[in-house]
């Protein structure tokens, strides 16, 4: 009965720490250079899970207002006491301006899915050189 219960235990502890030291890697590289990140790891045609699986699932579902379709949107941000603007623009989803300029968010990344919900586009908004810049994953 005791090495049942110690064996529990041991594995446990064990997935635990698998999983938070996953996850705070991916969070410092996604912290550390943005853009590097995305341009290695996120592919046209990559699905949820894989998504998910490189980039957390601390993500905002939000509606494409021009095509109707889904975008996840990730927020990377610098104040963890900001919350990012939900606004949108007539031309669908869009950055926190605001926050990016009030250096209160240092990128955010969108994901827009196809209706087979793989990874149809994708565009990265960070600051460099005290500039709002854009970097664009498309076919």
């Known amino acids: 009965m005791k090495r049942w ?5 041991c594995v446990l502890t064990l997935s635990t720490l698998i999983i938070g030291c996953s996850s705070i890697e991916t969070d410092t590289l996604i912290q550390g250079n943005e853009l590097a990140y995305v ?11 894989e998504v ?7 993500f905002t579902s939000v509606d494409n207002m021009v095509e109707g ?7 990377y941000v610098i104040d963890k006491a ?6 949108a623009s ?8 605001s926050g990016f300029l009030s250096n209160k968010l240092s990128s955010q990344l969108f994901v827009y899915w196809t209706k087979d919900q793989l990874v149809k586009d ?6 460099s050189d005290g500039e709002i810049h854009e970097y664009r994953l498309s076919r």
Request: aromatic share 14%; no cysteine; hydrophobic share 40%.
């Open 52 to 58: 998910k699986e490189q980039f957390g699932r601390s």
């Open 122 to 127: 994708a565009v990265v908004y960070f600051m």
């Open 39 to 49: 341009q290695e790891k996120l592919e046209l045609g990559m699905g949820k899970a």
């Open 69 to 75: 379709s889904e975008v996840w949107r990730f927020d």
């Open 5 to 9: 219960i110690v064996t529990a235990i």
């Open 82 to 87: 900001y919350t990012v603007s939900t606004k």
């Open 90 to 97: 007539e031309a669908g989803v869009r950055y926190d301006r």
